[in-house]
Antibody
Framework: QEQMVESGGGVVQPGRSLRLSCAAS????????MHWVRQAPGKGLEWVAVIWYDGTKTYYGDSVKGRFTISRDNSKNTLNLQMNSLRVEDTGVYYC???????????WGQGTLVTVSS | DIQMTQSPSSLSASVGDRVTITCRASQGIRNGLGWYQQKPGKAPKRLIY???TLQSGVPSRFSGSGSGTEFTLTISSLQSEDFATYYCLQYNTYPLAFGGGTKVEIK
C-alpha cells in the first residue's frame, strides 16, 4: 500500500532554517515526480515545488524561489525540502505528493506542521 | 503563470441536492485538471483527474467535465459525507496552480 510520511516540522524563528523529509513506501519512488504543497492555517492549497523522478529538474513557486530547495534520494525513497530564510507567512501544513504527468497529484502524505514565529 | 478561478467560494446545500462547482483557467490547459476533496485536519483526496476521469473508489455521484479553460465538478446527489472543501488543480503547465476552494456546507 502506498504511503508517504512527512517529518521535520516544528516551531522556528523567522530567518532560521528547517528541513522537511517525506519517506515514501509501497510504490517505485524513483519512477515518479514528487511535489511539496502547503496550506496556511484556514487557507487554501498552495503549490510549492517539484522535482523530477530522477532529480534532474526542479521548479519552485514564486513565494519560495531562492529560499527553498527540493531534493530527493532515490536510494532511500526520501524526498526533502530545505527551507531557509523562513518567514511568518511560510507557516502552514506541508504535504508531499506523488505525481504523474497523465493524472497530476495522485496521492498525498498526512502533512507536517511548520510554524514560523518569534 | 496560469491562474485558476474557482466559484463559488462557498455554498449551502441539503442532502440530495445537485451541486456544481466551476473552475476557470486564465489560459488553456487542455484536460490537465484534477478535483480534490479536503476535510478538516486531513490531506486532500483526489476525486477526478484528466478533467473527467473518476478516481478508483470514488462514488459515481461525482463527475467532472470540461476542457481548455472551463471545468466543472458535479455532485449529483449530495450525501452527508460530502460536506467538505473542494479544490481544482491545473497540472498542465508549471507552476501548478490550485483554485481558491469551495466550502460545501449543510443548509
Amino acid at each position: 500500500q502506498e504511503q508517504m510520511v512527512e517529518s521535520g516540522g516544528g516551531v522556528v524563528q523567522p530567518g532560521r532554517s528547517l528541513r522537511l523529509s517525506c519517506a515514501a513506501s509501497g510504490f517505485t519512488f524513483s519512477s515518479y515526480g514528487m511535489h511539496w504543497v502547503r496550506q496556511a492555517p484556514g487557507k487554501g492549497l498552495e503549490w510549492v515545488a517539484v522535482i523530477w523522478y530522477d532529480g534532474t529538474k526542479t521548479y519552485y513557486g514564486d513565494s519560495v524561489k531562492g529560499r527553498f530547495t527540493i531534493s530527493r534520494d532515490n536510494s532511500k525513497n526520501t524526498l526533502n525540502l530545505q527551507m531557509n530564510s523562513l518567514r511568518v507567512e511560510d507557516t502552514g501544513v506541508y504535504y508531499c505528493a506523488k505525481y504523474s504527468s497523465a493524472s497530476g497529484l495522485e496521492s498525498w502524505g498526512q502533512g507536517t506542521l511548520v510554524t514560523v514565529s518569534s | 503563470d496560469i491562474q485558476m478561478t474557482q466559484s463559488p467560494s462557498s455554498l449551502s446545500a441539503s442532502v440530495g441536492d445537485r451541486v456544481t462547482i466551476t473552475c476557470r483557467a486564465s489560459q488553456g490547459i487542455r484536460n490537465g485538471l484534477g478535483w480534490y476533496q479536503q476535510k478538516p485536519g486531513k490531506a486532500p483526496k483526489r476525486l477526478i483527474y484528466a478533467a473527467s476521469t473518476l478516481q478508483s473508489g470514488v462514488p459515481s455521484r461525482f463527475s467532472g467535465s470540461g476542457s481548455g479553460t472551463e471545468f466543472t465538478l458535479t455532485i449529483s446527489s449530495l450525501q452527508s459525507e460530502d460536506f467538505a472543501t473542494y479544490y481544482c488543480l491545473q497540472y498542465n503547465t508549471y507552476p501548478l496552480a490550485f483554485g481558491g476552494g469551495t466550502k460545501v456546507e449543510i443548509k
